[in-house]
Structure formats: C-alpha cells, structure tokens
C-alpha cells in the first residue's frame, strides 16, 4: 500500500515564474501525490493567482486543496469564492485564519480559523475536506502551548476533517502534540508538514518567520558549512530524510512537502524514502 504524500506550492508572480512551474508540478506528480494545496497571500492578496494555479492543477489531472484565509472577510466575500472553487470542482481546502494586510484594520466577519471551518461546513456541507493548521511548537502568537491545543481543539470540533502541521526538526514535538490531541479524545489525522533544506539563510529567515524551532545542533553545523552550498543540501537531505523515517515509523499518516516551488531537493527525499 502507498504512502499517503501531498505537496505544497505558491502563486507563481510572472509569466516566466508560471511556465517553469508547470515542470516542477509534473516532475512532483509523477509521485502520486493525494493533492497539492496552493498558499493563500496575508488578506487574500494572492488569490488570483491562488486560484489560478489551482484550477491549473485541476485540469492536469491532480487533487488540488486551495489555501484560504478568512481574516477580515465577509460572509458573502467568502461563500461567493468558495462557490468559485466548488464550481471548479475543488474538493478541499486548508482553512486559517490569515494575516491582515499591514494598514488594514481587524474588520470583518470571522476572526478566528475555527469561525471559517463553522461557516464552511453550514453552507457546503460535506463538500469541502477541510484541512486546518496545527502546531507542534506551539503558533508563535499563542498564549500558551494549552491554548494553543486548546484552539486547535475548537477548529477541530468545528468540523475540519485533518490537519497539517507547520514545519519542524525534532519528531518528538510532533509525537507530544498528536498524544495530546488523542488524550482530548481527537481521533483527527495531523499530517507533518516537511521542508527540505536546501539553504541556510533561506530557512533561519522563514524558520523566524514563523515559529519554527531549528535544534541547535542542525544550526551549528549549518553554520559551521558557511558558503559551502554542497554540503548544505548533503547535510540537509540527511537530516530530513531520517525525519521522515522517525515519523513513518511512528504511525504519522502521510507526509505533506512545503516544496518552495521547487522539485529537486522533494524528489531526492522521496527517491530515499521510496515513495
């Protein structure tokens, strides 16, 4: 039995960015992805292009889950694009909560993640799988690690259907968070969000960003590498590769691949993997 893999991408932002693109997807396909989500820019300022490379893979053959943010959303804004998606027969979505736009007051109909997963079920039913965000280091803007849990637990009970993690190094943060949601009685499956390392500066920068814990033995020997590219991606490959070994190992139910647009580094990990 196969398995379960996803992979994500963003909005291409030129013509030239869109076409290179289209060989990333079908090299990534040729894995036999269960979908590929597409992200969803602070406000929906990406949705267009969100949109469109959604419907892209749709035509070709593939599942695709849109990202959608609901922040500073109407009821109406938000059930006429939902309807766009179903239209284009999209059967499933990743719904968060989103990051206003710097200047944009909180406004609005839904604040929280868990309002738009409410909202999805009441007006779509069914139709929609709803993936929702989970945090294993706890979401950079929580009160506390049990708040954060205990937000979770909200999005869930709303009516999501999985998670997918954020991204991480150290499988026992991963291992604690799913315990903890199985001792609340979630029998949800959260899926582990992967990012391939393929350079330092790019991932100290996101890994800032957004909360993500980088262990200090993986930065030191980054640092310790300097310029050297080649032995970055080598040390990179390995370290995320046993990640993913430890996960399956341990009953994680799919891996999901935030690929940065790109193939090489996703397809060298699932060639070791044997996916």
């Known amino acids: 039995m196969s398995f379960p893999i996803s992979f994500e991408f963003f909005p291409t932002k030129t013509p030239e960015g869109a076409a290179k693109h289209v060989g990333v997807r079908q090299a990534l396909y040729a894995r036999k992805p269960e979908f590929c989500s597409v992200t969803y820019g602070a406000g929906g300022s990406t949705q267009a292009g969100t949109f469109t490379m959604v419907s892209d893979i749709q035509n070709e053959g593939v599942g695709a889950a849109s990202h959608f943010s609901c922040i500073g959303a109407t009821h109406d804004k938000v059930r006429a694009e939902l309807g766009e998606l179903k239209v284009m027969g999209v059967r499933r979505i990743v719904a968060l909560r989103g990051d206003l736009p710097s200047g944009y007051g909180l406004g609005g109909e839904f604040h929280y993640a868990s309002d738009l997963v409410a909202f999805v079920k009441k007006e779509f039913g069914d139709w929609f799988h709803i993936e929702v965000a989970a945090y294993p280091e706890t979401h950079p803007q929580a009160k506390s690690p049990r708040s954060d849990l205990?937000?979770?637990?909200?999005?869930?009970?709303?009516?999501?259907?999985?998670?997918?993690?954020?991204?991480?190094?150290?499988?026992?943060?991963?291992?604690?968070?799913?315990?903890?949601?199985?001792?609340?009685?979630?029998?949800?499956?959260?899926?582990?969000?992967?990012?391939?390392?393929?350079?330092?500066?790019?991932?100290?920068?996101?890994?800032?960003?957004?909360?993500?814990?980088?262990?200090?033995?993986?930065?030191?020997?980054?640092?310790?590498?300097?310029?050297?590219?080649?032995?970055?991606?080598?040390?990179?490959?390995?370290?995320?590769?046993?990640?993913?070994?430890?996960?399956?190992?341990?009953?994680?139910?799919?891996?999901?691949?935030?690929?940065?647009?790109?193939?090489?580094?996703?397809?060298?990990?699932?060639?070791?993997?044997?996916?």
Request: proline content about 4%; charged content about 20%; overall charge negative.
């Open 150 to 275: 205990e937000a979770f637990v909200v999005k869930v009970r709303a009516g999501a259907d999985s998670a997918i993690t954020q991204y991480f190094y150290n499988a026992d943060a991963y291992l604690r968070f799913v315990d903890d949601v199985r001792a609340l009685g979630l029998d949800i499956p959260v899926v582990p969000g992967i990012m391939p390392i393929t350079s330092s500066t790019q991932l100290m920068r996101f890994s800032d960003a957004c909360g993500a814990e980088i262990p200090r033995w993986i930065r030191l020997r980054l640092q310790a590498f300097g310029d050297d590219s080649a032995s970055i991606r080598a040390f990179g490959l390995d370290v995320v590769t046993h990640l993913c070994e430890q996960l399956r190992s341990q009953g994680a139910p799919g891996l999901h691949f935030y690929t940065m647009n790109q193939s090489v580094a996703t397809l060298e990990i699932c060639d070791r993997l044997g996916l």
